[in-house]
């Protein structure tokens, strides 16, 4: 069966999905985090993900990635099910951007593109800023420009999936927007990307879809403007800050798959 899904520059397109979640519920070790997780990503769109801390975002991305292990149900990539470890998802076309910034600090710009073999004309066309500081150490740089590295990097590889994890984090509100442009454009050539944002208003600007997570779970999904007309109830009811279950209980964290830019 082929769905028909519209992009928000309102061209449809029939796609089959890039990645689906059937049930997927996960953790680390033996605390589970999400639980049935179902979503899906198709080629074209930019899926937003929604939620407080601790709501499970970054577990599902990182599930999804490969990175953490899947406990029940399924995830299927460009078609098949798939166990396989990021390192194989990535030659696949798969492109992580982390929480923590997805850069080599020690490496200057120019060897950060060249370790992702990224194509640095592409990666200066998207943020021309990075030309002049390509002999510059990526520790060296604004949040902004590393984060704009970070997404040079990934997107210069020509992703089939990007998922990208609060991009914006501390970022002002104009690299914000530079970032999510770049982001909808490749997009708008065809790459799928699911994107965990906290900016709400401004991502739902740049999206076509969202699924909102509460307690581990997708609590609501809907089309960008279904989303944009109900954002009083979803900043009441699923985006304050509840505390996380491990701060609540003083519990012992375990630590998070260790991950290099290049997974
Ligand atoms: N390494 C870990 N070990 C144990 N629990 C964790 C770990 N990382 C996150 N968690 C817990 O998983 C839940 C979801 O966290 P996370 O996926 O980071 O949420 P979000 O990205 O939505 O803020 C939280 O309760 C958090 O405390
Ligand atoms: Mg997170």
């Known amino acids: 069966m082929t769905a028909v899904t519209s992009s928000s520059n309102g061209a449809a397109a029939p796609t089959a999905p890039l990645l689906t979640a059937r049930g997927v519920s996960s953790g680390y070790g033996a605390i589970p985090v999400i639980s049935d997780v179902h979503l899906e990503v198709r080629a074209g769109e930019i899926v937003a993900m929604l939620g407080s801390n601790g709501a499970g975002k970054t577990t ?51 060897e950060n593109l060249r370790l992702a073999s990224a194509d640095r004309d592409e990666a200066f066309a998207l943020f021309p800023e990075l030309k002049s500081l390509a002999g510059r150490r990526a520790g060296l740089l604004s949040g902004g420009e590393q984060q704009m590295l970070a997404l040079a990097r990934a997107l210069a590889r020509k992703p089939k999936l990007l998922l990208a994890d ?51 779970r997708i609590a ?40 290099s830019p290049d997974g």
């Open 60 to 110: 599902t991305l990182l599930t999804l990635a490969g990175e953490l292990p899947v406990t029940s149900g399924e995830i299927a990539f460009l078609g098949s099910t798939s166990r396989s470890s990021l390192y194989q998802r990535s030659r696949q076309g798969l492109a992580y951007v982390t929480e923590e910034r997805s850069v080599f600090m020690r490496l200057t710009v120019m």
């Open 220 to 259: 609501m999904s809907g089309t960008a403007g279904e989303m944009r007309s109900r954002m009083a109830e979803i900043e009441e009811s699923y985006l304050s800050r509840v505390a996380r279950p491990d701060e609540a209980a003083g519990r012992q964290r375990t630590a998070r798959p260790r991950r």
């Open 166 to 216: 609060e991009l914006s984090l501390g970022l002002a509100p104009m690299v914000v927007d530079r970032l999510l442009a770049a982001v909808r454009r490749a997009a708008d050539q065809g790459v799928g990307v699911l994107l965990v944002e906290q900016h709400v208003g401004k991502v739902l600007k740049y999206a076509d879809r969202a699924y909102v997570m509460r307690r581990g």
